[in-house]
């Protein structure tokens, strides 16, 4: 069972290849499905379909769950993948922690995910990947999994990353870029994407968004990004950088950004401003229990010390929320989505942030528009972007008509 380059191969043959590739999407998508489901979904033949599935049995990537339930007439044998044809890594290259998970194609995690630190923000780039390399190798070793199951892989990682495989924010090479370096390592086709998309494809997938068309994924960390679907596929813009709604320039600020601008919504209500805030105000003697010293304050201790009644660190949630919901305001004219899912770091506090972002929302709303969108929260939690990776594997695979690759 190799991966085939569709581009080389004859006219017949790659017909059938593309068949049996529908095919394996449409048990990836439904799980389960019997003959003449396969028929109407592919517009097939029953014949056709017959020998396909036998084809697909033999071949080691479909097997037969037996008969179904009857609808009206004779039970029908019911198909699915075989989960252990192949299986998919996925990486989730964070600021602070490393994710490695291996999938089936059941969308399964096999054993656990297994958590590293990260090096990505404080070393180069050779010990990042040399670090990435040994966490894999022991992760297969851990999972007593063989490399050769492994037929394809999928990264998200912070920062601005194009459609092409450049990232811009980390993780940059001359000549180069981190998807080629990654293949040349792995030596398996790699797909890559921005963490806030591999959020959304995961929310779209087995989370919050799962059953919206047109949904906006809202990750608030240390720093904040969007991922979003719209009309049911995800989108990412022409170059695939569409997305960076931390950077849209918020009202009444006139900090400086990170990013070189002024004024930008992480400079008021991400993470790291939420945590400057916090220090400034301690070093001031502001009175608080968030932390005796300025430089033990982080974003999760602005937490406990909110969940814990701490009238300031909640001032400091509040603030950034209402920041957050004028910034929706904008994107709920622009986009008129069904859906806003609230990601990241910050849902420990969602009974605090919640109203703050609703309350701005409706401030800032239309009414018609803000009365058909509806607020809510992830229910991943830490682990929207490592599930995110097989979702963008599988997108690509089987959504993507130039990509060269597929699991058949």
């Known amino acids: 069972m190799q991966i085939e380059n569709k581009h080389t191969l004859p006219g017949l043959k790659?017909?059938?290849?593309?068949?049996?590739?529908?095919?394996?999407?449409?048990?990836?998508?439904?799980?389960?499905?019997?003959?003449?489901?396969?028929?109407?979904?592919?517009?097939?033949?029953?014949?056709?379909?017959?020998?396909?599935?036998?084809?697909?049995?033999?071949?080691?990537?479909?097997?037969?769950?037996?008969?179904?339930?009857?609808?009206?007439?004779?039970?029908?044998?019911?198909?699915?993948?075989?989960?252990?044809?192949?299986y998919i890594m996925g990486i989730d290259l964070g600021r602070e922690q490393l994710k490695i998970a291996i999938f089936s194609l059941r969308k399964e995690i096999i054993g656990c995910v297994q958590t590293f630190p990260s090096l990505l923000e404080?070393?180069?780039?050779?010990?990042?990947?040399?670090?990435?390399?040994?966490?894999?190798?022991?992760?297969?070793?851990?999972?007593?999994?063989?490399r050769s199951k492994i037929k394809v892989a999928g990264v998200s990682l912070p920062g601005l990353i194009d459609s092409d495989g450049n990232s811009f924010t980390y993780l940059t090479f001359n000549g180069s870029n981190i998807r080629k370096k990654l293949e040349e390592m792995l030596g398996m086709p790699v797909f890559i994407d921005n963490d806030s998309s591999t959020m959304a494809l995961a929310e779209h997938t087995?989370?919050?968004?799962r059953e919206a068309s047109h949904a906006l994924c809202v990750s608030i960390s240390e720093c904040i990004g969007m991922g979003m679907i719209l009309n049911g596929r995800p989108y990412t813009g022409f170059k695939g950088m569409a997305g960076e709604f931390g950077h849209i320039r918020i009202s009444g600020s006139e900090d400086l950004c990170y990013c070189g601008k002024i004024g930008c919504l992480e400079t008021v209500a991400a993470g790291r401003s939420i945590v400057k805030a916090a220090r400034q105000a301690i070093e001031s003697g502001r009175a608080t229990a968030i932390a005796q010293r300025a430089d033990a304050v982080t974003l999760e201790s602005i937490i406990r010390a909110a969940q814990a009644d701490d009238i300031f660190a909640i001032e400091l949630l509040q603030r950034a929320s209402e920041h957050i919901g004028e910034a929706l305001a904008c994107l709920i004219h622009l986009f008129n989505p069904e859906l806003i899912v609230i990601g990241g770091k910050i849902t420990d506090a969602q009974d605090i942030i919640l109203s703050s972002i609703q309350h701005s929302i409706d401030k800032y709303t239309l009414t018609r528009l803000k009365n058909h969108c509806e607020l809510k929260t992830s229910i991943l939690a830490g682990n929207a972007c490592i599930l995110g990776t097989l979702s963008l594997v599988m997108e690509h695979l089987y959504y993507d008509t130039e990509s060269n690759f597929s699991l058949y």
């Not at 040994?134 to 297969?140: A, G």
Request: one cysteine or more; a neutral charge; hydrophobic letters at 35%.
């Open 14 to 86: 790659e017909k059938r290849y593309q068949q049996k590739k529908d095919i394996i999407r449409d048990f990836y998508r439904f799980e389960t499905l019997s003959k003449p489901e396969i028929c109407r979904l592919t517009n097939m033949t029953t014949p056709t379909i017959s020998k396909i599935i036998d084809e697909l049995i033999e071949e080691g990537w479909v097997i037969d769950q037996g008969q179904g339930a009857s609808i009206g007439g004779k039970r029908p044998h019911i198909f699915s993948l075989n989960p252990d044809a192949a």
């Open 122 to 146: 404080n070393h180069d780039n050779t010990a990042v990947l040399q670090d990435l390399k040994q966490k894999i190798e022991k992760s297969l070793i851990d999972l007593n999994i063989p």
């Open 206 to 209: 087995f989370g919050s968004a």
